[in-house]
């Protein structure tokens, strides 16, 4: 569990929510239909916008913004690390009885693509293909929740349209206009709230989990293809840790320099 996206919505919440009590009559802010403009406007755009298959997978989608994505990027340098000093020591096919025990599927079938000898070319368009339809994928997710950030506020306000127009055909009673004016605008409240606590930073934190996977199978394409070439694990430490970022690049670096024995040993 990712607490750093369900503690920013929790505590969101709680804080309007404290404000809202603090300035009054809470009940004022329950107003059914009005919910009902805001959610239901908004998910009926984002149906027509895209296929019904992807609105309906949104909810996996959502897993990614509250799971904690584990992406450890020292230990995969590591891994790739080992695995070149065994390919230099025994050749490229001794990795042929260890690529079964690497759980990162793309890694996986990047070795195989390398055992089986084929080119270098052909292993990065493969590769580089399967990233460009995975960053496609995750921009759907994205795309559903940017668009339900933006329908939901422009849905806030044509509730509050219907409830001004409402309030204006009983401007008769003045006693009425107070209360009225009220319930128009809940609905631009609710949409406003919505798109800019729940929406929008989902999209957000989805885009951030992307690009740190997509960093990460880049690492991994240049660490096969070093491995391929049969360069140095050194080498191959130091330019894989430049995907890193500084903090876990030190951490690597640390780890590299206790194993600098075995790296002469594998040369």
Sequence with gaps: MDLATLIGIVAGFLLIIMAIISGGNPLI?????????VFGGSISATLISFQLSEVLGVMSVVKKAFRKESYEGVELVKLIVDLAKKARREGLLALDREISNVSDRFLRDGLEMAVDGTE???????METEL????????????????LGMFAPA????????????????????TQIG???AVALITTFYGALVA???????AKKLKNRSDEEVVMKEMIIEGVLAIQYGEHPKTINRKLLNFLPPKMRQAGEEKAAAG???????S
């Excluded at 270098?120 to 493969?126: A, C, L």
């Excluded at 600098?260 to 594998?266: K, L």
């Design 179 to 181: 209360g009225g004016m």
């Design 120 to 126: 270098p070319e052909k292993i990065r368009n493969v």
């Design 29 to 37: 802010f329950i107003h059914i239909p009005s919910m009902m403009i």
């Design 260 to 266: 600098q024995v075995e790296y002469s040993e594998a």
């Design 196 to 202: 800019n606590l729940v929406f929008l930073p989902i």
């Design 132 to 147: 460009s339809y995975l960053i496609e994928r995750h921009k759907r997710g994205q795309q559903i929740f940017n668009s």
């Design 155 to 174: 849905f806030g306000m044509i509730g509050t349209l219907i409830g001004l127009i409402a309030m204006l055909e009983q401007l008769e009673d003045p």
